[in-house]
């Protein structure tokens, strides 16, 4: 959550082609109806504002350029659809990675970060954190291995930074909300 009145900054490719959007707040339980604010298919960002939101908590910010390899993150999302939270734990294993965008087939997305942290199908939109709790990276995509496609636990995530120029370009195409700076 980017702003207590509900803009949530997601990736691109968990709200492609929905008809409806929704979130719910899971400290409550509440179902927030939500409007698609915008899309950045190159960096696989979306934004999307909460109906009705107010007092909301919001994410701690990191510097992306800090995260270092070995560096120990979380990440979480909704593993497999299941409709609470999961928390996958490891340690950052490389920066500047590239690999297939999920929400523009054919092109190619770089200066993710790879984690060992167990991220699975669900957990793409969700926060990657530091230890202090600072959201570092949006979880976007996780590499498969085997047959059948079983998750190797390894994650990619767009850094901050470049998920909050991508929002702020978003904003500025669509003069409904306003994004405030890092704290």
Do not use: C, F
């Amino acid at each position: 959550m980017l702003r207590g009145s509900g803009l949530v900054l997601t990736a691109a490719h968990v709200v492609a082609g929905a008809i409806t959007l929704h979130a719910v707040d899971l400290g409550d339980g509440y179902d927030y109806p939500a409007t698609l604010i915008g899309t950045d298919s190159r960096h696989d960002i979306a934004l999307i504002q909460l109906h009705g939101a107010t007092g909301l908590p919001t994410a701690h910010l990191a510097d992306s350029d800090t995260t270092q390899v070995g560096e120990w993150v979380e990440s979480i999302g909704n593993a497999y659809g299941r409709g609470y939270p999961n928390i996958g734990t490891g340690p950052v294993t490389a920066l500047s990675q590239t690999i297939s965008n999920p929400s523009a087939p054919g092109r190619r997305m770089s200066g993710l970060i790879a984690a060992n942290n167990s991220i699975v199908p669900g957990q793409s939109g969700g926060p990657m954190l530091n230890k202090k709790g600072e959201v570092i990276a949006v979880n976007d995509a996780y590499q498969l291995t085997g047959p059948g496609g079983a998750p190797t636990g390894v994650g990619y995530a767009i850094p901050i930074g470049t998920a909050l120029h991508a929002a702020h370009t978003l904003l500025a195409h669509n003069h409904q909300v306003q994004l405030e700076t890092r704290e």
